[in-house]
């Protein structure tokens, strides 16, 4: 398959929820301080003990929030044109890596929980088996399904 000029039937750019989660820990952490600091300084034998949980409850939110920075990192690129598919995927630290597929052979497979909604969206080729936006919410998931379905029944039928 060959890259073409055409004018792209679908094409999305997947990235996770950047939402600032974290922010409500350390809020947490701060108003649990300011709550225990006078028991503390009253009864000062437990001081180094509470002193010790504050650190290792900040250290675990340092290193939660790094690993959030890195998942906020990836993205994946899916564009379909009428005769090709193509999934470009990047990660934190990670090469860039480009598969492409012919929309004809290739099957679009939903997941979906008890409430019937979408769970894992999965492109399966052949043998293989590739996930789609594995790190989208459920909402995102369901509505991105929607629609890069409805564009891959399109380039079907418009070959």
């Not at 002193?51 to 993205?75: D, E, K, M, P």
């Amino acid at each position: 398959m060959q890259v073409t000029t055409n004018k792209p039937l679908f094409a999305a750019t997947l990235r996770p929820d950047r939402a600032m989660r974290l922010t409500g820990g350390w809020a947490a952490l701060v108003v649990a301080f300011l709550g225990v600091m006078p028991v503390l300084m009253i009864a000062s034998e437990y001081l180094l003990t509470g002193a010790l949980a504050f650190a290792c409850a900040a250290v675990g939110l340092i290193i939660y929030g790094q690993s959030q920075r890195r998942r906020t990192h990836q993205t994946q690129t899916v564009t379909l044109w009428p005769e090709q598919l193509e999934v470009v995927e990047q990660g934190f630290a990670k090469p860039k890596r480009m598969q492409r597929f012919d929309p004809n052979t290739v099957r679009l497979v939903l997941h979906r929980d008890a409430f019937e909604r979408t769970t894992q969206i999965l492109l399966k080729h052949e043998d293989e088996i590739h996930e789609l936006g594995a790190f989208l919410s459920m909402d995102d998931k369901g509505s991105f399904a929607k629609a890069f379905g409805a564009a891959l029944r399109q380039a079907r039928r418009n070959r």
